[in-house]
């Protein structure tokens, strides 16, 4: 069983830059692939970035691709998610997830955290 507990969410202006963190709990979190998610009110939960476990590989859904950055340090069993140039449109909760082969589709994903608000004012 893993935990995953977010921060780092905010409210910023647009244009700012947020590092949202995920720290996981338990000694197998070097072995999972992880993910970025987020929800804006009244939509679906919408992936936003996919790191695998050896930070080989990263993947990035297109609102996002060259503004944000997915990194891990699994010796901190810590993710990171970098915002930059932030959008009003980027208004959302953000969640993490691990999985052992997790994709883009969160049903992909057996552990989540519990979120992180980012509001982005215009």
């Known amino acids: 069983q893993v935990q995953l507990v977010e921060s780092g969410g905010g409210l910023v202006q647009a244009g700012d830059s947020l590092r949202l963190s995920c720290v996981a709990s338990g000694d197998t979190f070097s072995r999972l692939d992880m993910a970025w998610f987020r929800q804006a009110p009244g939509k679906r939960r919408a992936f936003v970035a996919w790191?695998?476990?050896?930070?080989?590989?990263?993947y990035y859904a297109d609102s996002v691709q060259g503004r944000f950055t997915i990194s891990r340090d699994n010796a901190k069993n810590t993710g990171y998610l970098h915002l930059n140039f932030l959008k009003p449109e980027d208004t959302a909760v953000y969640y993490c997830a691990a999985d052992p082969h997790g994709g883009a589709a969160a049903s992909e994903y057996d552990f989540w955290g519990q979120g992180t608000q980012v509001i982005v004012s215009s």
């Open positions: 790191i695998n476990w050896g930070s080989t590989s990263t």
